[in-house]
Protein backbone atom coordinates (compact mmCIF):
# COMPACT_ATOMS: atom_id res chain seq x y z
CA UNK A 1 0.00 0.00 0.00
CA UNK A 2 1.32 3.74 -1.05
CA UNK A 3 1.69 5.72 1.69
CA UNK A 4 3.66 9.34 2.56
CA UNK A 5 4.56 10.71 5.74
CA UNK A 6 5.04 14.05 6.04
CA UNK A 7 5.17 17.47 8.76
CA UNK A 8 1.66 18.68 9.62
CA UNK A 9 0.72 21.78 9.02
CA UNK A 10 -2.37 23.83 10.64
CA UNK A 11 -4.73 22.74 8.07
CA UNK A 12 -4.57 19.03 10.05
CA UNK A 13 -5.70 19.72 13.02
CA UNK A 14 -9.02 18.94 12.78
CA UNK A 15 -7.33 15.10 11.47
CA UNK A 16 -4.86 15.51 14.13
CA UNK A 17 -7.30 15.35 16.87
CA UNK A 18 -9.53 12.92 15.59
CA UNK A 19 -6.77 10.96 15.78
CA UNK A 20 -5.58 11.89 19.36
CA UNK A 21 -9.33 10.81 20.25
CA UNK A 22 -9.19 7.30 18.81
CA UNK A 23 -5.21 6.71 20.32
CA UNK A 24 -7.35 7.73 23.53
CA UNK A 25 -9.65 5.41 23.26
CA UNK A 26 -7.22 2.86 22.45
CA UNK A 27 -5.67 3.01 25.72
CA UNK A 28 -9.04 3.16 27.39
CA UNK A 29 -9.06 6.98 28.82
CA UNK A 30 -11.15 8.89 25.98
CA UNK A 31 -12.77 10.46 28.86
CA UNK A 32 -9.64 12.12 29.97
CA UNK A 33 -8.87 14.18 26.69
CA UNK A 34 -10.01 17.95 27.00
CA UNK A 35 -7.53 19.02 24.09
CA UNK A 36 -9.31 21.18 21.19
CA UNK A 37 -8.43 21.80 17.23
CA UNK A 38 -7.94 25.39 18.59
CA UNK A 39 -5.52 24.37 21.42
CA UNK A 40 -3.36 22.38 18.95
CA UNK A 41 -3.58 25.17 16.29
CA UNK A 42 -2.30 27.57 18.60
CA UNK A 43 0.38 25.27 20.13
CA UNK A 44 1.67 23.76 17.36
CA UNK A 45 1.96 25.55 14.89
CA UNK A 46 2.55 29.03 15.88
CA UNK A 47 5.75 30.66 16.98
CA UNK A 48 7.90 28.13 19.50
CA UNK A 49 5.32 26.10 19.62
CA UNK A 50 5.23 23.41 22.49
CA UNK A 51 5.01 20.63 20.35
CA UNK A 52 5.58 18.85 16.33
CA UNK A 53 3.75 16.43 14.32
CA UNK A 54 3.84 14.31 11.16
CA UNK A 55 1.39 12.52 9.64
CA UNK A 56 1.04 9.40 7.93
CA UNK A 57 -0.88 9.99 4.33
CA UNK A 58 -2.58 7.51 1.43
CA UNK A 59 -3.70 8.52 -1.59
CA UNK A 60 -7.56 8.41 -2.59
CA UNK A 61 -8.24 5.11 -3.61
CA UNK A 62 -7.49 3.86 0.30
CA UNK A 63 -9.26 6.20 2.23
CA UNK A 64 -10.94 4.71 5.56
CA UNK A 65 -14.58 2.99 4.71
CA UNK A 66 -15.94 5.15 7.05
CA UNK A 67 -15.26 9.19 7.14
CA UNK A 68 -13.40 9.07 3.89
CA UNK A 69 -9.80 9.47 5.67
CA UNK A 70 -6.74 10.16 4.09
CA UNK A 71 -4.46 10.81 7.10
CA UNK A 72 -4.26 7.73 8.57
CA UNK A 73 -1.72 8.08 11.35
CA UNK A 74 0.55 10.80 13.13
CA UNK A 75 3.48 10.69 15.51
CA UNK A 76 3.99 14.21 18.18
CA UNK A 77 7.75 14.69 18.97
CA UNK A 78 9.47 17.56 21.08
CA UNK A 79 12.81 18.18 22.39
CA UNK A 80 14.08 16.80 25.43
CA UNK A 81 17.61 17.61 27.57
CA UNK A 82 19.36 14.69 29.29
CA UNK A 83 21.90 16.68 31.22
CA UNK A 84 24.04 13.01 31.06
CA UNK A 85 24.45 13.21 27.48
CA UNK A 86 22.48 16.16 26.13
CA UNK A 87 19.71 16.47 22.85
CA UNK A 88 17.30 14.38 23.28
CA UNK A 89 13.82 13.43 20.92
CA UNK A 90 11.17 12.65 23.01
CA UNK A 91 8.09 10.84 21.31
CA UNK A 92 4.84 11.63 22.49
CA UNK A 93 2.26 9.99 20.57
CA UNK A 94 2.51 7.10 18.27
CA UNK A 95 -0.96 5.77 16.21
CA UNK A 96 -1.94 4.51 13.11
CA UNK A 97 -5.91 3.90 12.12
CA UNK A 98 -6.41 -0.29 12.97
CA UNK A 99 -6.94 -1.07 9.33
CA UNK A 100 -4.10 0.41 8.54
CA UNK A 101 -1.20 -1.70 11.14
CA UNK A 102 1.00 -4.38 9.98
CA UNK A 103 2.23 -2.78 6.77
CA UNK A 104 4.87 -0.89 8.57
CA UNK A 105 3.43 2.51 8.70
CA UNK A 106 3.85 2.86 12.28
CA UNK A 107 7.88 2.08 12.01
CA UNK A 108 8.07 4.70 9.33
CA UNK A 109 6.70 6.82 11.49
CA UNK A 110 9.05 6.69 14.26
CA UNK A 111 11.60 6.04 12.00
CA UNK A 112 10.81 9.78 10.77
CA UNK A 113 11.22 11.06 14.21
CA UNK A 114 14.26 9.61 14.80
CA UNK A 115 16.10 11.28 11.74
CA UNK A 116 14.50 14.40 12.47
CA UNK A 117 16.10 13.99 15.87
CA UNK A 118 19.60 12.71 14.68
CA UNK A 119 19.35 15.75 11.93
CA UNK A 120 19.20 18.28 15.30
CA UNK A 121 22.32 16.02 17.09
CA UNK A 122 19.64 14.10 19.38
CA UNK A 123 21.81 11.03 21.07
CA UNK A 124 18.29 9.83 22.34
CA UNK A 125 14.72 8.79 21.16
CA UNK A 126 12.84 8.57 24.52
CA UNK A 127 8.99 8.15 25.01
CA UNK A 128 6.52 5.68 27.05
CA UNK A 129 4.62 2.65 26.84
CA UNK A 130 1.68 0.73 28.70
CA UNK A 131 3.21 -2.30 30.12
CA UNK A 132 -0.40 -3.81 29.30
CA UNK A 133 -0.05 -2.99 26.08
CA UNK A 134 2.28 -5.85 24.60
CA UNK A 135 1.69 -5.05 20.78
CA UNK A 136 3.25 -2.07 21.49
CA UNK A 137 5.88 -3.13 23.73
CA UNK A 138 7.16 -6.13 21.60
CA UNK A 139 7.05 -3.34 18.38
CA UNK A 140 9.92 -1.28 20.37
CA UNK A 141 11.90 -4.03 21.95
CA UNK A 142 12.16 -5.24 18.02
CA UNK A 143 13.52 -1.86 16.96
CA UNK A 144 15.85 -2.18 19.82
CA UNK A 145 14.26 0.22 22.11
CA UNK A 146 15.23 -0.49 26.08
CA UNK A 147 13.08 -0.84 28.71
CA UNK A 148 14.35 1.86 31.22
CA UNK A 149 11.68 1.66 34.12
CA UNK A 150 11.45 -2.38 33.68
CA UNK A 151 15.73 -2.50 33.75
CA UNK A 152 16.51 0.74 36.17
CA UNK A 153 13.29 1.49 37.89
CA UNK A 154 13.24 4.58 36.80
CA UNK A 155 9.30 5.78 37.52
CA UNK A 156 7.70 8.60 35.52
CA UNK A 157 6.23 10.97 37.94
CA UNK A 158 3.41 13.96 37.57
CA UNK A 159 2.04 16.67 39.66
CA UNK A 160 -1.52 18.19 38.47
CA UNK A 161 -4.57 20.28 39.51
CA UNK A 162 -4.55 21.54 43.30
CA UNK A 163 -1.70 19.91 44.07
CA UNK A 164 0.17 21.78 41.48
CA UNK A 165 -1.14 25.12 42.64
CA UNK A 166 -0.30 24.09 46.10
CA UNK A 167 3.00 23.59 44.85
CA UNK A 168 3.46 26.81 42.66
CA UNK A 169 3.05 28.84 45.79
CA UNK A 170 6.56 30.34 46.77
CA UNK B 1 22.05 32.25 59.20
CA UNK B 2 21.98 30.85 55.34
CA UNK B 3 20.06 33.46 53.26
CA UNK B 4 19.61 32.22 49.62
CA UNK B 5 17.58 33.26 46.58
CA UNK B 6 16.25 31.04 43.18
CA UNK B 7 17.34 32.56 40.42
CA UNK B 8 17.23 31.70 36.38
CA UNK B 9 20.77 30.76 35.31
CA UNK B 10 22.67 32.82 32.87
CA UNK B 11 25.54 31.14 30.39
CA UNK B 12 28.44 32.01 33.18
CA UNK B 13 26.63 29.61 35.82
CA UNK B 14 27.82 26.49 33.10
CA UNK B 15 30.47 25.67 35.05
CA UNK B 16 28.89 25.41 37.96
CA UNK B 17 26.04 23.59 36.42
CA UNK B 18 28.53 20.96 35.01
CA UNK B 19 29.71 20.56 38.46
CA UNK B 20 26.26 20.10 40.10
CA UNK B 21 25.37 17.69 37.16
CA UNK B 22 28.62 15.34 38.23
CA UNK B 23 27.49 15.66 42.07
CA UNK B 24 24.04 14.37 40.93
CA UNK B 25 25.34 11.71 38.64
CA UNK B 26 27.27 10.46 41.41
CA UNK B 27 24.27 10.98 44.18
CA UNK B 28 22.15 8.19 41.56
CA UNK B 29 25.38 6.01 41.12
CA UNK B 30 25.80 6.50 37.48
CA UNK B 31 28.93 9.35 37.45
CA UNK B 32 31.25 7.27 34.79
CA UNK B 33 27.58 8.20 32.43
CA UNK B 34 28.01 11.87 32.18
CA UNK B 35 29.81 12.67 28.92
CA UNK B 36 28.56 16.28 28.73
CA UNK B 37 30.51 19.26 28.63
CA UNK B 38 30.66 22.88 29.77
CA UNK B 39 30.27 23.67 26.20
CA UNK B 40 27.61 21.48 25.63
CA UNK B 41 25.39 23.70 28.15
CA UNK B 42 26.31 26.89 27.19
CA UNK B 43 25.40 26.09 23.35
CA UNK B 44 22.05 23.88 24.14
CA UNK B 45 20.93 26.12 27.23
CA UNK B 46 22.01 30.01 25.86
CA UNK B 47 21.65 30.20 22.52
CA UNK B 48 18.48 30.85 20.60
CA UNK B 49 15.78 28.09 21.01
CA UNK B 50 17.60 26.29 23.64
CA UNK B 51 17.30 22.56 24.87
CA UNK B 52 16.64 23.24 28.62
CA UNK B 53 16.36 26.15 30.89
CA UNK B 54 17.91 25.88 34.39
CA UNK B 55 17.37 27.86 38.03
CA UNK B 56 20.14 28.31 40.57
CA UNK B 57 20.07 28.26 43.97
CA UNK B 58 22.28 30.44 45.34
CA UNK B 59 23.73 31.66 48.53
CA UNK B 60 25.65 34.59 49.69
CA UNK B 61 28.36 34.14 52.51
CA UNK B 62 28.80 36.83 54.68
CA UNK B 63 32.62 36.87 55.13
CA UNK B 64 34.06 37.24 52.16
CA UNK B 65 30.84 38.16 50.46
CA UNK B 66 30.76 35.70 47.25
CA UNK B 67 27.84 33.94 45.61
CA UNK B 68 28.18 30.05 45.75
CA UNK B 69 26.06 28.04 43.65
CA UNK B 70 24.16 25.38 45.77
CA UNK B 71 21.42 23.68 43.72
CA UNK B 72 19.77 23.83 40.35
CA UNK B 73 16.84 22.43 38.63
CA UNK B 74 16.64 21.92 34.74
CA UNK B 75 13.33 22.43 32.72
CA UNK B 76 11.57 22.32 29.29
CA UNK B 77 8.30 22.69 27.96
CA UNK B 78 6.39 18.93 26.65
CA UNK B 79 3.10 18.52 25.41
CA UNK B 80 0.83 15.84 26.32
CA UNK B 81 -2.01 15.30 23.80
CA UNK B 82 -4.91 14.54 26.34
CA UNK B 83 -5.06 17.92 28.07
CA UNK B 84 -2.14 20.53 26.65
CA UNK B 85 0.97 21.95 27.50
CA UNK B 86 3.31 20.71 30.10
CA UNK B 87 6.61 21.19 31.97
CA UNK B 88 9.24 18.61 32.54
CA UNK B 89 11.27 18.58 35.28
CA UNK B 90 14.82 17.03 34.59
CA UNK B 91 16.97 17.69 36.91
CA UNK B 92 16.54 18.91 40.81
CA UNK B 93 19.42 18.86 43.42
CA UNK B 94 20.97 20.67 46.40
CA UNK B 95 24.33 19.79 47.69
CA UNK B 96 23.78 17.63 50.65
CA UNK B 97 25.13 19.98 53.54
CA UNK B 98 22.34 22.53 52.28
CA UNK B 99 19.51 19.77 52.36
CA UNK B 100 16.92 19.68 54.77
CA UNK B 101 16.51 23.32 54.57
CA UNK B 102 13.27 23.72 51.89
CA UNK B 103 16.02 24.31 49.27
CA UNK B 104 14.58 21.59 47.25
CA UNK B 105 11.08 22.38 47.33
CA UNK B 106 11.55 26.25 46.42
CA UNK B 107 13.79 24.89 43.04
CA UNK B 108 10.67 22.61 42.51
CA UNK B 109 7.86 25.14 43.32
CA UNK B 110 9.58 27.70 40.73
CA UNK B 111 9.29 25.36 38.17
CA UNK B 112 5.70 24.96 38.87
CA UNK B 113 5.73 28.80 39.08
CA UNK B 114 7.26 28.86 35.54
CA UNK B 115 4.91 25.81 34.12
CA UNK B 116 1.87 27.97 35.60
CA UNK B 117 3.04 31.24 33.65
CA UNK B 118 3.27 29.31 30.92
CA UNK B 119 -0.52 27.70 30.57
CA UNK B 120 0.80 24.49 31.59
CA UNK B 121 -1.40 21.94 33.00
CA UNK B 122 1.55 19.26 34.32
CA UNK B 123 4.77 19.13 36.01
CA UNK B 124 6.17 16.06 35.08
CA UNK B 125 9.19 14.61 36.08
CA UNK B 126 10.90 10.84 37.00
CA UNK B 127 12.46 9.81 40.08
CA UNK B 128 14.50 6.24 40.74
CA UNK B 129 12.17 3.74 42.71
CA UNK B 130 15.49 3.09 45.22
CA UNK B 131 15.49 6.49 45.59
CA UNK B 132 12.93 6.53 48.75
CA UNK B 133 13.62 10.17 50.34
CA UNK B 134 13.52 11.90 46.94
CA UNK B 135 9.83 9.88 46.38
CA UNK B 136 8.90 10.59 49.90
CA UNK B 137 9.25 14.32 49.47
CA UNK B 138 7.45 14.04 45.66
CA UNK B 139 4.74 12.63 47.41
CA UNK B 140 4.70 14.61 50.06
CA UNK B 141 4.63 17.99 47.49
CA UNK B 142 1.14 15.99 46.35
CA UNK B 143 2.84 14.34 43.41
CA UNK B 144 1.43 10.89 41.70
CA UNK B 145 3.20 8.24 40.87
CA UNK B 146 1.67 6.99 37.06
CA UNK B 147 4.62 4.30 36.56
CA UNK B 148 2.92 1.95 40.00
CA UNK B 149 -1.03 3.40 39.40
CA UNK B 150 -0.97 2.73 35.21
CA UNK B 151 2.11 1.42 33.94
CA UNK B 152 3.60 3.36 32.44
CA UNK B 153 7.12 2.68 31.26
CA UNK B 154 9.83 4.95 30.20
CA UNK B 155 11.42 3.11 26.95
CA UNK B 156 14.86 4.71 25.10
CA UNK B 157 16.37 4.06 22.17
CA UNK B 158 20.10 5.37 21.02
CA UNK B 159 22.67 4.51 19.87
CA UNK B 160 23.61 1.38 16.72
CA UNK B 161 19.61 1.04 17.43
CA UNK B 162 18.98 4.30 17.06
CA UNK B 163 21.04 5.02 14.12
CA UNK B 164 18.89 1.80 12.52
CA UNK B 165 15.71 3.21 13.43
CA UNK B 166 16.79 6.27 11.61
CA UNK B 167 17.19 4.31 7.90
CA UNK B 168 13.95 5.11 6.01
Known amino acids: MEYSIRAASVEDCKDIRRLIGELAEYEK ?17 SENPFFHCIIAEVPEQHKTKEGDHTKIGYATYFYNYNTWCGRAIYMGDLYVMSEFRGKGIGRALMSKVAQL ?23 YLRQGCVDITANTGKHFMRCEGEALEHLAQP
Do not use: H, P, Y
Not at 29 to 45: K, Y
Not at 128 to 134: E, G, I, Q
Open 29 to 45: VADEVTITQRDLERDGF
Open 117 to 139: GRAAGCRQLNFTVMDWNKSARDF
